[in-house]
């Protein structure tokens, strides 16, 4: 039951503040201040509900390395879609035409934080954190980033190729998180990932209709190398580098000793006591 209460507690937060801040789109200071507001709230109510149903300290959500673990995973996550981006410019299908809308980058600040706060604590800091102590490390990171690609399925411009991109980006998330065991690794990545494709670049982010941000620009060419109406997250470079980022956390948590075994080590991790944070 645990799982079901964490799950609907940070859901019915996370689609509120989405809401809210999607019909704000336009006012980029109610944007900005509404969805930094929903992303902490968010964090707050795992937090709540986590210490109230399993009565332990939250240490993937508390504790030393937050500062940090973000600002890594920002530069991260900046970098990699830069060098997606970098790939398509030099095929000659991008094109910056201009500056876009500054204000408009600053609102989505907002914006993308509440969608990667409220992302990874449903995906990593529930699914995720809870199936491994059945399940093991391995399973339950095919199985959440299986979700986490197919939750993508509605998106204007999906396809078998864009959803697979997702699943590979889950997987990314996932063994941020199983490298470092808190989540504001994989929460910074993500956010990193998503403002760089929105807010610096000016690219669709999963096919979801996103507002211009810094730069005005152009994607040409054949959505198999460019991702199509889906963004450049469907294209080749995207699913190449996050799944050699993916690789390289997983030998990260292997080295540290924070692979799950299947059915067992599901108390040492929740706990705390044995893996090292």
Known sequence: MRL????LAVAAVGMIGGQVAMGLEGNWLATLVVGLLAAALTLLVYWGVVRLTERRP???????????????????????????????????????????????????????AAAAVTE???????????????AGTWITLVLTSVLFGLMHLPNAG???????????????????????RNLWLPIGLHFGWNYAA????????????????????????PAMLTG???GPEASP???????????????????????VPLRKGAKR?????????
Request: proline share 1%; aromatic share 12%.
């Open 120 to 134: 990874e604590v449903l995906f990593r800091g529930v699914l995720f954190r809870v199936i491994e102590g059945w």
């Open 228 to 230: 199509g109406s889906f």
């Open 158 to 180: 999906a396809t078998a190729v864009g959803i697979g991109a997702a699943v590979i980006a889950g997987a990314m998330f996932a063994a941020a998180y199983a490298a470092t």
């Open 198 to 221: 929105s807010a610096i670049f000016s690219t669709e982010v999963s096919g979801a209709g996103t507002p211009t941000g810094l730069l005005d620009t152009t994607i040409t060419g």
């Open 58 to 112: 939250v240490t993937e959500v508390v504790g030393k390395g937050s500062v940090s673990g973000l600002l890594i995973g920002l530069v991260a996550g900046i970098a990699l879609f830069a060098m997606v981006i970098v790939n398509i410019y030099f095929l000659g299908h991008y094109q910056i035409n201009g500056l876009g809308t500054v204000v408009g980058a600053i609102g989505l600040i907002g914006f993308m």
């Open 4 to 7: 079901v209460w964490q799950l």
């Open 237 to 259: 470079y995207s699913i190449v580098f996050c799944f050699l980022t993916a690789l390289v956390f997983l030998w990260l948590a292997h080295r540290r000793g924070r692979l």
């Open 269 to 277: 991790v929740e706990s705390g006591t044995t893996l090292p944070q």
